[in-house]
């Protein structure tokens, strides 16, 4: 949001465009129905998006932006308030300050580097939902943790292919 | 130069943000003071809420919707049969009601309270993982409370969370969250079953290793805790796994009820009943 050294002239619009985009197809994919074999491993779209953009914008998506999308899925899924928001923010804060060095890692460390992240994400939130909520953390509960890690190269490709598209740098 | 001003300034962003989570958390797990601006977000939301369920309700139209004349005439067939299987079968029931209500008359019971049944349509279903809600379309104006029981027309769904205006919020019985008394039909054994997350699976906690459960045992609902009345059937066991060093043995169970299937539900209210009883008092009381 403050003037960008470094950066292109790239606007904020197509930016906020591209996120919009990409969360929205994340939250389609949240609620599609599944088979019962892939239920659990079904990965966390949101997260992965929220960690590409603070990846590959440190600058431009951080904390705020994540605690936004938190929010609007609170909303939408009649969450508590607050708890995803801080979740995804803590996402997007980690990945900020560690996007220079995940970005000099080859795709399998950068793997195992989202899988901490996201076990983060699900410890704080899950752990936030039984304080707030009642949830309680049942073992199926981490495994979609492996398949976040294991769509992970994949969805990075393709919102590679939107970032170049949408020519945001 | 850049970097530790940008360092700095995530910090700060974090931080800042890391606040707000945690008032709106106490807020909103304390009072109901967020409801109201939950509720005009979600309004504006809705386009995006209706756009993101077009693929699964594409999905759903294509399994349920398109098929061809012979299955209907099949399912007609089937519904024709069930019907009057049904039909004579409530004949014998009336007796049997009567029958029970003389016996009971005779043990000096309190007579068992008749539920006022509500037929609602699903508006939306949000099978999130961690969350298994419903909205259906009727609210505050349809007389729709906290804590009703909801059925459908094989078992037990669920219970009202949040009632608004023209639409109410069911969870499933199958939300991580959800746990609900039960007991087995079979012997009267009395324990809980719990969601997982999963459409199809429940959890049977809390059994010791010579509890009497077998695979294929009907839980229905117990009526311990007052939400959901006794008797509807809520899920059948699935299976039972003794683990020799563990103090219970693993149950899990699949629901009756076709939680992610049915288009109608059923809430059972108890409320509009006793209100009719204390009217009816009333008036019986006027005379003298």
């Not at chain 2, 606040?19 to 958390?25: A, E, L």
């Not at chain 2, 906690?205 to 117990?222: K, T």
């Not at chain 2, 299976?239 to 043995?249: L, P, Y």
Request: glycine fraction near 6%.
């Amino acid at each position: 949001m403050s003037s960008m050294p470094s950066s292109g002239r790239s606007s904020v619009g197509s930016l906020a465009f591209a996120v919009s985009v990409s969360a929205f197809i994340a939250l389609v994919l949240t609620v599609v129905q599944l088979p019962n074999w892939l239920f659990y491993f079904w990965p966390d779209w949101i997260a992965i998006v929220v960690a590409y953009w603070a990846l590959v914008a440190p600058r431009r998506v951080g904390p705020f932006i994540g605690f936004i999308i938190g929010t609007l899925l609170e909303v939408l899924f009649v969450r508590k308030f607050g708890v995803l928001g801080l979740g995804l923010a803590t996402v997007a804060f980690i990945v900020n300050s560690t996007s220079q060095q995940l970005r000099a890692l080859s795709i399998w460390q950068q793997m195992i580097s989202i899988g901490v992240f996201i076990a983060i994400f699900k410890l704080l939130t899950g752990w936030l939902s039984g304080l707030v909520a009642g949830f309680t953390i049942t073992p199926e509960y981490w495994y979609s943790i492996f398949g976040t890690v294991l769509i992970w190269p994949f969805a990075y490709i393709l919102l590679e292919e939107l970032r170049r598209a949408m020519r945001i740098r | 130069m850049a970097n530790p001003f940008r360092k700095n300034s995530g910090w700060s962003q974090f931080a800042s943000v890391f606040v707000i989570s945690v008032v709106m958390m106490i807020i909103d797990s304390r009072t109901t003071l967020l409801n109201g601006p939950r509720n005009i977000l979600s309004v504006a939301l809705s386009p995006i809420q209706s756009l993101a369920s077009i693929p699964s309700a594409i999905g759903r139209y294509f399994t349920s919707s398109l098929s061809a004349e012979p299955d209907l005439q099949i399912s007609y067939d089937n519904l024709r049969n069930e019907y009057f299987k049904l039909k004579s079968e409530s004949l014998l029931l009336r007796t049997l009601q009567d029958e029970n209500r003389d016996l009971r008359a005779l043990l000096a019971a309190s007579e068992r309270l008749k539920e006022k049944i509500t037929l609602a349509e699903l508006l939306d279903v949000n099978l999130d993982r961690d969350n298994h809600r419903v909205s259906v379309g009727l609210g505050i104006s349809d007389g729709v409370y906290i804590g009703q029981a909801v059925i459908d027309d094989q078992g037990v769904i669920g219970q009202v969370t949040e009632v608004m205006p023209f639409s109410s919020i069911i969870v499933l019985i199958t939300d991580p969250g959800h746990a609900l008394p039960v007991q087995v039909e079979r012997n009267g054994l009395r324990t809980v079953v719990h969601g997982t997350g999963s459409v199809s699976l429940l959890r049977v906690p809390f059994l010791n290793q010579n509890s009497d459960i077998v695979v294929g045992d009907v839980l229905i609902s117990s009526g311990m805790g007052g939400r959901f009345p006794n008797g509807y059937p809520v899920a059948t066991v699935t299976d039972v796994k003794v683990v020799e060093d563990e103090a219970f043995i693993r149950v899990t169970a699949d629901p009756i009820a076709k939680l992610d299937r049915s288009n109608h539900v059923l809430l059972l209210s108890r409320q509009a009943q006793t209100d009719a009883e204390r009217r009816v008092e009333e008036l019986i009381a006027e005379p003298n």
